[in-house]
């Protein structure tokens, strides 16, 4: 077996529980990209159709690929480029986990400025600014994105907090903060939901959602739909790689990504049911655009009992949420930079960070004094979303099959997972799915999209 030659100035760390895994990942999962981004695309997207190619991606691509990449970082014990080359000393493979770590780049910078505003409203709904019966709301938001300064303001101040915490390492500071706060924003989601679907028009909202129209389905919903799953998932970006890399031999692999997979798609599904009954309820345009989920829920806030104690809490868990997310995107090149240069965690954190919250300030700033900027029909903001969710994402999914599937082969992977006595159910599935179907689909969804079909 070829051992990591590469050795770092700090000793490896671990997680400190068997739990500690399970947990950051979920983390890192369940972020804005539950709250804020799935609600929008379904809407831009047009509901149900889009809901159920979004699953189908999820169970059948994201889920076996997420076991996959988890098992590279407890095999490779290293960052998410060096694991691949324990795996595979001597081919080109971890340009992969390379294009990994470029993704988490981008992701950050644009990551940063929707986790600025999700802080802001925390802050206005905390000094009871939130709510007001006749404010309008989408005035008030668009006012608040376009300002020159403010947004980033709210920009620098979360990556300072999430460089902070990340400069903390694995146990003191990603671990801990998961522990506490994630659980939390589950009873509260439930509470909202409850309240959405019992609102009058709730009906046509959930018709919308849960109900599909095959016939609206076109290429551009179909990468969406497979974008999202990517993205809301965290799968490809060598997050998994990393924070597998700092397991401990015994956990489960499959499990543990099930569980993940599992509660990440719950907390989507009850964004949704939150938000679309309330959209048709106030008559608000499902595919308005990114900042739906920033109009809707103050718009339910207003109208309820203790509206703006809710609001205080809410925004505090998306806030968390789209905090744990971060730190994860952040945690990938720290940990790359942090080994590949020899540097120390102190040293590696705010050169990352500060990297890429100047890139962020532009993604900004393209709401704003820059939005007559257009690339390729997009705003900076748009283009980094773009490249990085539906066409970067996808390319290192399909790398990462081919990857697992004929290059450190099924039967590889299984041997990782069984170590310890654990099993690996429905391996002869997992590994049809990684060789041929995985590929293939991807492949197909992306001549399609380039009119090659
Ligand atoms: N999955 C996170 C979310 O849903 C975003 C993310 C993407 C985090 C990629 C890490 C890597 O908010």
């Known amino acids: 077996m070829v051992k990591n030659t590469m050795t770092p100035i700090e000793p490896r760390e671990q997680w400190g529980t068997k739990f500690g895994f399970m947990l950051a990942a979920a983390g890192s999962a369940v972020g804005l990209g539950n709250i804020w981004r799935f609600p929008f695309v379904v809407g831009e997207g047009g509901g149900a159709a889009f809901v159920l190619l979004y699953l189908l991606f999820v169970l059948g691509i994201g889920l076996p690929l997420m076991i996959g990449e988890i098992s590279i970082g407890r095999k490779g014990r290293a960052n998410a480029m060096d694991s691949y080359k324990v795996i595979s000393p001597k081919s080109k493979w971890y340009v992969n986990g390379l294009l990994g770590v470029i993704i988490n780049f981008m992701i950050l910078a644009f990551y940063s400025v929707i986790a600025g505003w999700a802080f802001y409203y925390f802050l206005l709904a905390l000094t009871g600014q939130i709510i007001s019966n006749d404010k309008d709301y989408g005035a008030a938001f668009s006012q608040f994105i376009s300002h020159p300064f403010l947004p980033i303001i709210t920009q620098i101040l979360l990556m300072t907090i999430v460089a902070l915490i990340v400069v903390g390492g694995v146990r003191k500071g990603i671990e801990k903060w998961n522990n506490i706060l994630m659980p939390t924003l589950f009873i509260l989601l439930i509470i909202l939901v409850f309240r959405s679907v019992t609102l009058d028009g709730a009906k046509e909202g959930l018709h919308f ?45 499959p499990k543990n990504a099930a569980g993940v ?6 907390v989507a599904i009850m964004a949704g049911l939150i938000i679309f009954p ?9 595919g308005r655009g990114p900042d739906l989920a920033f109009i809707t829920f103050p718009t339910i806030f207003t109208d309820m009992p203790f509206g703006s104690i809710f609001a205080v809490f809410f925004f505090f868990f998306v806030f968390v949420a789209a905090l744990t997310s971060a730190i994860s995107l952040l945690e990938v090149p720290v940990a790359f930079a942090k080994e590949k240069f020899r540097i120390s965690r102190k040293i590696a954190t705010p050169i990352t960070a500060m990297i890429i919250t100047v890139l962020g300030i532009f993604c900004s700033l393209s709401f704003g004094p820059l939005s007559h900027i257009q690339i390729f029909d997009r705003t900076i903001f748009g283009l980094f979303d773009f490249v990085a969710a539906q066409v970067l994402l996808p390319i290192s999914g399909l790398l990462l099959s081919i990857f697992l599937g004929w290059i450190w082969k099924p039967l590889g992977v299984k041997e990782e997972i069984e170590r310890e006595n654990n099993t690996f159910p429905f391996f002869k599935i997992w590994s049809f799915l990684i060789k041929y179907v995985i590929p293939i689909v991807i492949f197909i969804i992306f001549l399609e999209k380039i009119g090659l079909i």
């Open 278 to 286: 309330a959209v048709f309820h106030y008559g608000i345009d499902p």
């Open 261 to 266: 997979v599992f509660l990440d798609v719950v």
């Open 209 to 253: 959602f849960l109900n599909p129209d095959f016939s609206a389905i076109t290429s551009t919903i179909v990468l969406a739909a497979l974008g999202q799953a990517f993205f809301s998932l965290s799968i490809a970006t060598g997050l998994y790689v990393t924070y597998g890399s700092y397991n401990q031999s015994q956990s489960s692999i």
